[in-house]
């Protein structure tokens, strides 16, 4: 978007007509082809997350987060309860639909519908999830959530800017890198710096293709294999103005 000047000549944010606050996200359900995702239920998800999250033995899933891992299913339940039972974040349980199963999470969290602002976080997928189509799928669910129905203007991921993966899976994803914030957390007794990324509603149509070729039965050989990857696809899609 071209930048505009008032009539002193001082530039000024571009128009956005008819501007209206956005609705929160809904407590419903979204389908897709790989995995199904859920608002969370602690009485029906949490044994079988938990179950999922001990397959990651060493904690690592656990690293950058301020919480985890957990000793015991009781200690899961608990922390579930007191942090993911709301509004904001509003947690997304991803059922794997190949097995019926819990596979991970995702949440939506400081949503801000005044300014149409979103961020993901909160994102934990078990080995049952990881690098599995239905991994992207919930990414790409929880977009078009976001901008196709609700109408928001921005969408941000914000991580550890120590967490490789994480970072790498942003621009996989199609995130842009907008900076750090120097010690911005205190989390596990240690400091953080925060990486933030966002992707705007401007951005969005070609991503939203770039995720929908990549995610065609097409894409996949007998055995499962990728002939496009994401990383490209994203890579190549059209710049914002």
Avoid at 91 to 119: L, N, T
Wanted: aromatic content about 12%.
């Amino acid at each position: 978007m071209s930048t505009q000047v008032n009539r002193l000549g001082q530039p000024i944010g571009f128009p956005v007509p008819n501007w209206r606050p956005r609705p929160r996200p809904p407590q419903d359900a979204i389908n897709g082809h790989f995995c199904r995702l859920e608002p969370f239920d602690a009485d029906r998800h949490c044994a079988d997350l938990f179950d999922a999250y001990a397959q990651d033995e060493d904690g690592r899933i656990w690293t950058y987060l301020p919480y985890g891992p957990f000793p015991s299913l009781p200690a899961f339940d608990d922390l579930m309860r007191a942090h993911f039972c709301g509004a904001d974040p509003l947690c997304q349980i991803i059922i794997d639909r190949a097995s019926g199963r819990a596979a991970g999470m995702a949440s939506y969290m400081r949503i801000d519908p005044a300014v149409g602002s979103i961020e993901v976080g909160s994102i934990v997928y078990s080995p049952r999830l990881q690098k599995r189509r239905a991994a992207t799928e919930a990414m790409y669910l929880m977009m078009r959530r976001a901008f196709d129905e609700l109408g928001y203007r921005r969408y941000e991921w914000k991580c550890d800017a120590l967490n490789a993966s994480s970072r790498q899976a942003a621009d996989r994803l199609g995130f842009r890198f907008e900076g750090i914030f120097r010690q911005a957390v205190v989390y596990k007794g240690r400091n953080r710096d925060t990486a933030w990324y966002s992707i705007l509603d401007r951005e969005w149509p070609a991503l939203k293709q770039a995720f929908e070729r990549w995610l065609a039965p097409g894409n996949f050989d007998g055995e499962g294999c990728q002939r496009e990857s994401l990383s490209k696809l994203t890579r190549t899609a059209a710049p914002s103005p």
